[in-house]
């Protein structure tokens, strides 16, 4: 499966963005989907995920309760509403797919999209 990160940008301390990852190629309604970011000196680290179905989401604490993961299985397209951003939320945000890891689980052998960049300013 091809993946596709959109929506990155520039944006203020308090505000918001949405990020969407368009999926082709395989059936997308098949995968739990994910979404993971990388900070600046930092490892890869989880952000949030959701199931084939979109029955079940998972977050970083640190992002509950400001992030929504949600899918539209119509569209091929998982998305990652981001609200009260803050500068820490600053890094590349990458989707991933995967057909049988959830949560935070992803892997290297799982699909992979290129990533959007996110900046907050504060």
């Known amino acids: 499966v091809q993946l596709q990160a959109s929506g990155g940008g520039l944006v203020q301390a308090g505000g918001s963005l949405r990020l969407s990852c368009a999926a082709s190629?395989?059936?997308?309604?098949?995968?739990?989907m994910g979404w993971f970011r990388q900070r600046p000196g930092k490892e890869r680290e989880f952000v949030a995920a959701?199931?084939?179905?979109?029955?079940?989401?998972y977050y970083q604490d640190s992002v509950k309760a400001r992030f929504t993961i949600s899918r539209d299985n119509a569209k091929n397209t998982v998305y990652l509403q981001m609200n009260s951003l803050k500068p820490e939320d600053t890094a590349v945000y990458y989707c991933?797919?995967?057909?049988?890891?959830?949560?935070?689980?992803?892997?290297?052998?799982?699909?992979w999209g290129q990533g959007t960049q996110v900046t907050v300013s504060s």
């Open positions: 190629g395989r059936t997308f309604s098949n995968y739990n």
């Open positions: 991933a797919a995967s057909l049988y890891n959830v949560g935070g689980t992803f892997s290297d052998d799982d699909y």
């Open positions: 959701i199931t084939w179905r979109g029955g079940n989401t």
